[in-house]
């Protein structure tokens, strides 16, 4: 073995082992969403011991409400250990992880898909004839494939055959969880079995933080719910009816493709391959990935799912009816939905994935939807954009710009490119792109529609076409 083979080899494995810890900490945050949210009703209970005997006479329904809280996350904990229980890992998470050697390794995020060698595809075409697939086992997890330094499924190669990972070498938790009532010694069974399969030691589960967990929960309303349908027609309707006045000729056998970066839950991506595309959805988070990959390729049957997603947040209630209203989801089977063969979700950091010579020029559309302020560097990921589309391809991009790294506690070597939304214009413009048509569209995101606060953004939408090069 060659110093530079030997090199890479010692790198692969770094990054497999930073992977796994990236991956234990999600599916750790995930188990401790109960254990966090208890923590929650013991403050609540805490606080109304505190109060006078007179004070606790005119709230004595309060009580009631606690242990309403508990059995509205024991409902929430079922859903998340059936998502888990599903989830088939493309690494053997019992492995010893070792960084000896790799001092620098507190550098990398948590909660992502972190490296070069971590892009996993998932293939959804077997849906397309509308129902799920005798072939498949509900019980087992998802079929991932491994795609080595670039995603491999482009649209001129999506039939490639791609490289499975095997079942020795991943944590598949095969368990049965039928408890629609939310029985907690099951539950607490089923995380004892995650955590031994997992080799997940306490003090990660008790460092790991909770919030991200309860945003998947509100974006689960938001994607894939009745609740969530007037979000969707305030963001997605706009981007897909500018699709179909774009491609106005689709035809089964050469659909256009449509590249969709930030996709989240997985809604949009599923949308536009409804609407007659080869959609790909591409996203960072394992927090999203894991709960996608369950929603569209483990659903039975529409609403087989309730959650209560509002239960975390005290402030601004109407009454507690409304706090403690169920959500059921999905509001449709994906495997009824329609798609179109070749709708994929792509697992991994956007420029590492798509900045590959295979990509370019692969894509006829491209859609971001509140994408371009995930960016470190917003100039970079607009470069990407038009080097992935087709000359006279399309750019359709909804959302503000929220910077997620603005004024972060961040290493100092952590950058954050902060521009206005003309700036970030005049970049596009310098890479090749011109403007066919801007607005500006008033939305929320992931809002509570009861809340007595709403948070609304002025989000820019445009569609860009990249100029043909001379």
């Known amino acids: ?268 991506a599923l949308e536009i391959s409804c609407l007659g595309f080869v959609s790909q959805g591409n996203e960072f988070s394992y927090y999203m990935m894991i709960c996608s990959s369950f929603i569209l390729n483990q659903t039975e049957a529409a609403n087989q799912w309730i959650i209560y997603p509002w239960i975390h947040g005290n402030c601004n209630s109407l009454s507690d009816d409304d706090q403690f209203r169920p959500i059921s989801f999905p509001d449709i089977q994906p495997a009824s939905a329609g798609i179109t063969e070749g709708f994929s979700m792509c697992g991994g950091d956007f420029i590492e994935v798509y900045n590959d010579m295979d990509q370019e020029g692969a894509w006829d559309a491209v859609v971001t939807c509140f994408f371009l302020d995930t960016a470190h560097n917003i100039v970079e990921y607009i470069e990407i954009i038009s080097k992935v589309l087709k000359d006279g391809g399309v750019w359709i991009n909804l959302g503000p710009l929220l910077y997620h790294f603005a004024d972060s506690c961040a290493p100092e070597e952590e950058m954050s490119i902060e521009i206005s939304l003309e700036d970030a214009k005049k970049v596009a413009l310098q890479y090749g792109f011109e403007i066919e048509m801007e607005k500006i569209i008033e939305t929320t995101y992931t809002a509570n529609p009861r809340s007595m606060m709403q948070n609304h953004y002025y989000a820019a939408f445009w569609t860009m076409k990249k100029k043909p090069r001379t």
């Open 1 to 268: 073995m060659s110093r530079e083979e030997g090199l890479q080899r010692r790198y692969s494995r770094l990054e497999e082992a930073l992977e796994i810890k990236s991956l234990r900490r999600i599916i750790s945050a995930y188990i401790n969403y109960a254990d966090a949210a208890e923590e929650d009703v013991k403050r609540y209970e805490r606080s109304f011991r505190k109060l006078s005997r007179e004070h606790k006479g005119l709230l004595s329904h309060l009580p009631l409400k606690f242990q309403r809280f508990r059995r509205c996350i024991s409902a929430n904990s079922f859903f998340i250990m059936n998502m888990l229980q599903a989830f088939d890992p493309p690494f053997d998470m019992s492995q010893d992880i070792d960084f000896d050697g790799h001092s620098d390794i507190g550098r990398f995020s948590n909660g992502h898909l972190c490296t070069h060698a971590s892009h996993h595809m998932q293939d959804y075409s077997a849906y397309v004839k509308g129902s799920v697939p005798e072939s498949i086992d509900i019980a087992s997890g998802p079929e991932l494939s491994s795609c080595s330094g670039s995603c491999d499924q482009t649209p001129s190669n999506r039939n490639n055959e791609k490289q499975e990972i095997s079942s020795e070498s991943s944590c598949s938790l095969v368990m049965n969880m039928n408890t629609p009532n939310g029985n907690t010694n099951l539950i607490d069974e089923s995380m004892d079995k995650v955590k031994l399969i997992c080799n997940l030691d306490a003090s990660l589960h008790d460092s790991t933080p909770n919030g991200n967990v309860r945003c998947i929960i509100r974006n689960i309303v938001r994607d894939w719910a009745v609740e969530g349908q007037k979000e969707r027609d305030q963001c997605y309707k706009p981007i897909l009816e500018e699709l179909n006045r774009l491609f106005p000729d689709r035809c089964k056998e050469r659909p256009p493709s449509c590249l969709v970066p930030g996709a989240g839950l997985g809604r949009l």
